[in-house]
């Protein structure tokens, strides 16, 4: 959704490309914002959430709109997930995704 909003640059979507190119991480509450946009779009289907939250703060703010039936969670160690990436690495690296590979 952020990708989208950036590629499209939309209002949202150039807060969301500052903040990154910043290497700066986009706050919970504009999140959800967005996540609230893209859902009350899709209000009359079932739908599916993959890497969001990410936070706890963005759980609660989520579970208090929209009341969660299920949540699948898939364990991977991080060197599958880096391995993969490596793989098909197709997103510019920048100081929050180089930071959050070195923690």
């Known amino acids: 959704?952020?990708?989208?909003?950036?590629?499209?640059?939309?209002?949202?979507?150039?807060?969301?490309?500052?903040?990154v190119n910043d290497g700066k991480l986009v706050p919970s509450d504009v999140i959800m914002q967005l996540v609230s946009t893209e859902?009350?779009?899709r209000q009359d289907t079932n739908w599916?959430?993959?890497?969001?939250?990410?936070?706890?703060?963005?759980?609660?703010?989520?579970?208090?709109?929209?009341?969660?039936?299920?949540v699948i969670h898939i364990d991977?160690?991080?060197?599958?997930?880096?391995?993969r990436l490596s793989v098909s690495w197709k997103i510019v690296a920048t100081k929050a995704t180089m930071k959050c590979l070195e923690s």
């Open 1 to 19: 959704m952020i990708r989208n909003q950036i590629r499209q640059q939309t209002e949202i979507g150039n807060k969301f490309a500052a903040l």
């Open 76 to 83: 991977v160690p991080v060197d599958v997930i880096v391995g």
């Open 39 to 41: 859902l009350e779009q």
């Open 48 to 70: 599916m959430l993959d890497g969001f939250p990410r936070a706890i703060d963005q759980a609660h703010m989520l579970q208090e709109k929209y009341p969660i039936d299920f």
